[in-house]
């Protein structure tokens, strides 16, 4: 069974930095794509970035590209996320999340292309 926890949020003045971690365990998932998605208070959940865990090739949505850095640690079967610049509409839940076995032709940047989920972390960013 994929369990995803997720940790490292918090508090953060605007332009300030955090780092997200996801410790992925229960399989062997160098087939997989690791994706980070967010939730605001009354907005549908949406796509940050992703990585396939085979190659560590990534992918942005537009509005944290340049800002954002998602990677991965394979010995640690940890994803990372790496937030410099923060703007208070960053603020919300972010969530870690796993695909299954995943042969699409183009990044899952979808809710529904993801398998696995973790509880999610806070992330609150103060003008």
């Known amino acids: 069974q994929v369990q995803l926890v997720e940790s490292g949020g918090g508090l953060v003045q605007a332009g300030g930095s955090l780092r997200l971690s996801c410790a992925a365990s229960?399989?062997?998932?160098?087939?997989?794509?690791m994706g980070w998605f967010r939730q605001a208070p009354g907005k549908e959940r949406e796509f940050v970035a992703a990585?396939?865990?085979?190659?560590?090739?990534?992918y942005y949505a537009d509005s944290v590209k340049d800002r954002f850095t998602i990677s991965r640690d394979n010995g640690k079967n940890t994803v990372y996320l790496q937030m410099n610049s923060l703007k208070p509409e960053d603020t919300a839940v972010y969530y870690c999340?796993?695909?299954?076995?995943?042969?699409?032709?183009?990044?899952?940047?979808?809710?529904?292309?993801?398998?696995?989920w973790g509880q999610g972390t806070q992330v609150t960013v103060s003008s």
């Open positions: 990585v396939t865990w085979s190659t560590g090739s990534t």
């Open positions: 999340a796993a695909t299954g076995a995943y042969a699409g032709a183009w990044y899952p940047v979808r809710t529904n292309n993801y398998l696995y």
């Open positions: 229960g399989r062997t998932f160098s087939r997989y794509v």
